[in-house]
């Protein structure tokens, strides 16, 4: 395969990088918010005094909304255009994350995960928007190289995401639990974790501030309107839109972004089974979110000057199931830093199957984008699935059953459809 010429506007076309620079933003802000759902499960079991089945309703709720808002968001993305539709998602996040931090003060919990499912409901409208204009800002064949992008800014954020919650908020959390759970009188058990609560108020108010400030950004930023040019059938008409790369990238995203919150979110959960202590396992989401930031860079570099992104998430897959066998293999803290290699290996495959799946789709691709962002509910369901079935399977066999599979799947997926809609001479 011949390289590429090293023209930087190969990777943005003629629309230059002002329009990708607000995008990288925008990730980052997501990325940030989203990725603190991993230590959130530990913080909102000792809070609320949860078991993990019901502690797990964290990923549950904010996935779940990607499922419950996609098709409205991207009716609401048609109307009011690219510009309006971003900045509006910045808002609704903005509200999602003050009810959170609102209600979690409150110690509510139906109220706390009313907010993680605002605050998808925002970012599933702000997914709608940004990535097909990320994927189609410039060549086909750089989509994944443009997506690596927002996926270092995005990995990024949530390295930094735990690492802040567990100093400002989580700091004490091991001996918070170990407290509330010797506390024989019920008043000082509540005081003690009402005080514990008190200090997730302040930094969920200054995120909520900080997103209404990018959405004033968004709001003045110059942005382009995009839309994928539709796939020629032989006899010049567009096919159904339904095609079966969009169906089978529906499954693919699905079973994809179930086993990428199996090793992010629920990486805490699977070395608390190892006996590891709470005020180390709240640190290890990002750990994984380190190696997807290697692979997003490895990414970057490689993909497409030295393979197509097709055949490196072909690669990813192997070496995923590889990794995953080791963590059934090995215990402690070797298992777990096999699971957070799983970063390394996942980082490409979102940038890469959401291009391919939305490839061809013409005036409708606000809708293609839409359907995609519904299968980011395979966060709120694989990782439940893990919970309820590991006590019958083992922890390490039941992360095998799912992840594994699922890597299959995806594998033969990308090589399916991978070069759908492409010209042979690309």
């Given at each position: 395969?011949?390289?590429?010429?090293?023209?930087?506007?190969?990777?943005?076309?003629?629309?230059?990088?002002?329009?990708?620079?607000?995008?990288?933003?925008?990730?980052?802000?997501?990325?940030?918010?989203?990725?603190?759902?991993?230590?959130?499960?530990?913080?909102?079991?000792?809070?609320?005094?949860?078991?993990?089945f019901?502690?797990?309703?964290?990923?549950?709720?904010?996935?779940?909304?990607?499922?419950?808002?996609?098709?409205?968001?991207?009716?609401?993305?048609?109307?009011?255009?690219?510009?309006?539709?971003?900045?509006?998602?910045?808002?609704?996040?903005?509200?999602?994350?003050?009810?959170?931090?609102?209600?979690?003060?409150?110690?509510?919990?139906?109220?706390?995960?009313?907010?993680l499912?605002?605050?998808?409901?925002?970012?599933?409208?702000?997914?709608?928007?940004?990535?097909?204009?990320?994927?189609?800002?410039?060549?086909?064949?750089?989509a994944?190289?443009?997506?690596?992008?927002?996926?270092?800014?995005?990995k990024?954020?949530?390295?930094l995401?735990?690492?802040?919650?567990?100093?400002?908020?989580?700091?004490?959390?091991?001996?918070?639990?170990?407290?509330?759970?010797?506390?024989?009188?019920?008043?000082?058990?509540?005081?003690?974790?009402?005080?514990?609560?008190?200090?997730?108020?302040?930094?969920?108010?200054?995120?909520?501030?900080?997103?209404?400030i990018?959405?004033?950004?968004?709001?003045?930023?110059?942005?382009?309107?995009?839309?994928?040019?539709?796939?020629?059938?032989?006899?010049?008409?567009?096919?159904?839109?339904?095609?079966?790369?969009?169906?089978?990238?529906?499954?693919?995203?699905?079973?994809?972004?179930?086993?990428?919150?199996m090793?992010?979110?629920?990486?805490?959960?699977?070395?608390?089974?190892?006996?590891?202590?709470l005020?180390?396992?709240?640190?290890f989401?990002?750990?994984?979110?380190?190696?997807?930031?290697?692979?997003?860079i490895?990414?970057?570099?490689?993909?497409?000057?030295?393979?197509?992104?097709?055949?490196?998430?072909?690669?990813?897959?192997?070496?995923?199931?590889?990794?995953?066998?080791?963590?059934?293999?090995?215990?402690?803290?070797?298992?777990?830093?096999?699971?957070?290699?799983?970063?390394?290996?996942?980082?490409?495959?979102?940038?890469?199957?959401f291009?391919?799946?939305?490839?061809?789709?013409?005036?409708?691709?606000?809708?293609?984008?839409?359907?995609?962002?519904?299968?980011?509910?395979?966060?709120?369901?694989?990782?439940?699935?893990?919970?309820?079935?590991?006590?019958?399977?083992?922890?390490?066999?039941?992360?095998?059953?799912?992840v594994?599979?699922?890597?299959?799947?995806?594998?033969?997926?990308?090589?399916?459809?991978?070069?759908?809609?492409?010209?042979?001479?690309?």
């Amino acid at each position: 395969m011949s390289k590429l010429p090293p023209d930087d506007n190969r990777l943005v076309g003629s629309y230059g990088y002002s329009a990708l620079a607000i995008a990288a933003l925008i990730f980052f802000a997501m990325g940030f918010v989203t990725w603190l759902n991993g230590p959130l499960i530990s913080f909102v079991r000792v809070a609320f005094s949860l078991s993990e089945f019901s502690s797990f309703f964290i990923p549950l709720a904010f996935y779940f909304s990607f499922f419950l808002f996609s098709i409205p968001t991207s009716l609401v993305a048609q109307r009011l255009g690219l510009k309006a539709g971003l900045t509006l998602s910045v808002l609704v996040s903005a509200l999602g994350v003050a009810v959170f931090g609102q209600f979690v003060a409150w110690r509510i919990y139906p109220g706390a995960l009313t907010g993680l499912l605002i605050l998808g409901a925002g970012i599933s409208l702000m997914q709608v928007v940004i990535n097909p204009l990320v994927s189609l800002l410039g060549p086909a064949d750089r989509a994944a190289q443009r997506i690596s992008i927002m996926g270092i800014c995005n990995k990024t954020a949530g390295i930094l995401a735990p690492i802040v919650l567990g100093l400002l908020v989580m700091r004490n959390i091991g001996a918070v639990a170990e407290k509330a759970q010797s506390a024989t009188d019920p008043a000082v058990r509540e005081a003690l974790l009402n005080n514990f609560v008190q200090a997730l108020y302040l930094p969920y108010l200054g995120m909520a501030g900080i997103l209404v400030i990018i959405a004033a950004i968004v709001a003045f930023a110059p942005l382009p309107n995009l839309e994928a040019p539709p796939i020629q059938t032989g006899d010049g008409a567009s096919p159904s839109f339904f095609k079966p790369h969009l169906v089978f990238g529906f499954i693919a995203m699905f079973l994809y972004v179930g086993i990428e919150v199996m090793a992010g979110d629920a990486i805490g959960t699977y070395g608390q089974s190892f006996g590891l202590p709470l005020d180390e396992t709240k640190f290890f989401t990002a750990l994984t979110l380190t190696g997807m930031l290697v692979g997003y860079i490895m990414g970057f570099i490689i993909v497409p000057r030295f393979i197509r992104q097709e055949v490196y998430v072909q690669l990813s897959c192997l070496v995923g199931c590889v990794l995953t066998v080791l963590a059934v293999l090995t215990q402690g803290y070797t298992s777990v830093f096999c699971v957070a290699l799983l970063g390394v290996t996942n980082a490409m495959i979102m940038p890469t199957l959401f291009p391919i799946a939305i490839r061809g789709a013409g005036h409708l691709t606000a809708m293609a984008s839409a359907i995609m962002v519904m299968s980011y509910s395979g966060g709120a369901v694989v990782p439940q699935f893990y919970v309820w079935l590991k006590p019958v399977f083992g922890f390490q066999g039941m992360f095998a059953m799912i992840v594994i599979p699922a890597y299959l799947i995806i594998l033969g997926y990308a090589r399916r459809y991978g070069r759908v809609g492409l010209s042979q001479g690309e």
